[in-house]
């Protein structure tokens, strides 16, 4: 899958600072003096991490912002995606002036570990064999992801994190990031998330990893070595999680009952409808830029993610820290209209935040766009994280414009 | 798919009265004399409907209670399923003393056209070739499976139903019996149903005929004839739709985030969660009982249902019958946690049926048991049909518990 993927530099060893916007493609290998224990009880040593920079690193370190992707993202935050030619998938929030300010803030975004943009994953080769690992590959968690991304930033002589943000599986790495290393993170930005997958989030992940999995071209995980792809069955999980990203309003606004391109129904099984024809370029789409296993490793990921089960079951305890509360400060945004992580969802986690007498602030934004608000132009919600970001900020002693450097 | 299913009677051409309950399975051969034309423009004729009956049909015929299905129901609706041995899909509701009691009405349900269950479909043989018509079937609508069953009232003697109920698609068939023989209709319970399906159950519907349409076993709508089964896409398909069944709640309450069979996961794609193992069976379970092409065929005429689209845009003069308001009597139900049809749906009749000032009335149930409500012990639900079933019968003039026989 990375292949096609140009490195803009070379595997990173040089000093960060002076970093200038756009190293968006870069790699480290990391574990290389001691192996990383995976969940599982896997270790991985010598791995590759594919991640981007933008920004420059303030000389005391202390500007440095951690953007986490979503499952289907990459590190490809701001800058144009080398594979389709799009800009960034936050580049709406992630650039100079903007409000994740790259005059300001040093930004990065590693690909995650499972993922198939050049961080170690299922696509990669495995070392014992030679091959693709395929199912080989051990399966991961938020908290592995994170761990790699602790990694990154002690391999970038960054002690502490400014800030942590991301949305939907972002969101879980930021959670998990707060609560695995409350001294390395200032300020925590979970957007569009929950502290666990629910019983429905989970099912509709199983459906897509049916879909995968019964594409007889997905050959036990194998395909890569027997040189095929299970893209029919891809594209049909890619579909069904399509519909979980959207509202009903959304979908009745962008294509109600519309037809496509003709007057009326045809009365067969043509894409009839802008709806069906939409889903259908969805899912072609996707299969060029991802990689099957990877979308079983992630949603499993995601599935296993539940917070509280690892605090004896009470959320709070998760925020707890030296016999006080967490002391990152906390801004949680939720949108009215998303069904996949509603509301209730963040709410909970401000309960237990509260619970502990945390630092934290709370947003639903009134939005028709469901899940996907996120990801879209959405002014109240950019409103929010600069406000909170200009806010942290200021009680962090960084000063606007790149006055840092100064 | 129907060799396996005994007939409890020769096709019915005998007198109907004096049926007794559980001739739940009958065949009757329609469109002899004239050939019925469906809204695709392809005429059926001598086509055969499976359809089932419950009670005995009074003196004047005027206690007859047509019962619509669902997408994947038949017409076994309270005796035992002759392939899973179940009790029929609706048998809390429909029985003697139940809420649509046959010891007072005559309740009549068939298989609709496209369906898999003996009525006619694409599983069935094409008398053109003497093989499965596969794809060669014609694409049928809502109004082309309610079209069926009037000649089946029509066959059966009967001018006027007393009144036709149905949840979901069975609802939509409600409206369009409604809609098309108002005069035929004395009082109409649609359920959980909608008079459009939205962009959002159109993308549904979609991811489910692309997952059967990405199983090779398919073989472009042909497998019968190949001996092979689409028994994956199809498992896939149902396991889709079934989430949108139940509600978030509901899967919550059922599933939480349960583990199956063990303490701790496994880090691995087995099905480590409840709601995994569970929605895997009703996929493998489905297969069974369900033919792939009818799952096309008939969320297809879900898909172009859309009554208002007939009437100018106007759901309103749907409902407008020789100058004035339709003489049907609505009592529409919806369910509050439905999200595949939810309570605006029914308040859109609702609306269209007040704008004409007809005879109707509206409940919201209050459950979390989200659109399957329709099929499950709900007693609010059970006494909204009840009541309107009793107090309609007052007014046509129904006596009760058979009194009309002696």
């Known amino acids: 899958m990375t292949a096609s993927i140009p490195l803009n530099q ?22 290389v003096d001691q192996p990383m224990r995976l969940d599982c009880g896997v270790e991985l040593s010598g791995f590759t991490v594919a991640y981007g920079t933008y920004g420059t690193l303030n000389a005391d370190k202390s500007n440095a912002v951690m953007v986490c992707h979503a499952l289907t993202g990459d590190h490809f935050v701001s800058d144009y995606h080398p594979v389709s030619g799009k800009p960034g998938w936050w580049s709406m929030l992630v650039g100079p002036g ?11 975004c590693s690909n995650v570990i499972g993922g198939c943009m050049g961080s170690i994953g299922p696509a ?17 968690t ?32 930021v959670l998990q990031w707060a609560v695995s290393y409350p001294e390395s993170v200032f300020a925590a930005l979970p957007i569009a998330t929950a502290a666990r997958h629910s019983a429905q989030n989970i099912a509709f992940h199983e459906v897509g990893r049916q879909a995968i999995m019964a594409d007889p071209d997905w050959c036990n995980g194998d395909y890569l070595n027997q040189e095929k792809r ?18 009903e309003a959304a979908l009745h606004r962008k ?13 067969g099984f043509d894409a009839d409808f802008q709806v069906e024809s939409y889903l259908r370029h969805q899912g072609i789409t996707f299969v ?41 400060r906390f801004c949680l945004t939720s949108f009215s209209s998303d069904w996949l992580f509603p509301t209730t969802e963040s709410r909970a986690v401000v309960h237990a935040l509260n619970a502990v007498a945390a630092n934290v602030s709370f947003v639903e934004v009134a939005t028709d766009k469901g899940h996907d608000a996120f990801l879209l132009e959405e002014p109240h919600f950019h409103q929010v994280v600069r406000g909170f970001m200009d806010g ?13 450097l100064v």
Not at 289 to 303: E, G, P, V
């Open 288 to 328: 060029d830029r991802f990689d099957a296993n990877s979308y079983l490793y992630i949603t499993r990921a995601m599935d296993y993610f539940d917070l509280a089960a690892e605090h004896g079951g009470v959320l709070a305890n998760a925020f707890r820290h030296e016999g006080g509360p967490t002391p990152v």
């Open 230 to 247: 299970p893209h029919r069955g891809l594209a049909v999980a890619r579909m069904a999680a399509h519909i979980t990203y959207l509202s």
């Open 124 to 140: 990669e080769s495995n070392p014992a064999t030679g091959r693709p690992y395929g199912l080989d590959f051990p399966v991961i």
């Open 98 to 108: 903007r409000p994740i300010d790259t005059d300001r803030y040093f930004v990065i």
């Open 392 to 404: 942290c900020a200021e009680h962090r002693g960084l000063t606007n414009r790149r006055a840092a």
């Open 10 to 31: 070379p595997p990173a060893t040089a000093e960060v600072e002076g970093f200038v916007s756009g190293r968006s493609n870069q790699r480290v290998t990391l574990g």
């Open 142 to 173: 938020i908290a592995d992801m994170v761990r790699a991304q602790k990694l990154l930033i002690d391999h970038l002589g960054i002690e502490k994190l400014f800030c942590v943000v991301g949305g939907s599986m972002g969101g879980m790495q």
């Open 255 to 267: 294509f109600g009952r519309n037809l496509q391109n003709r007057q009326t129904v045809t009365y």
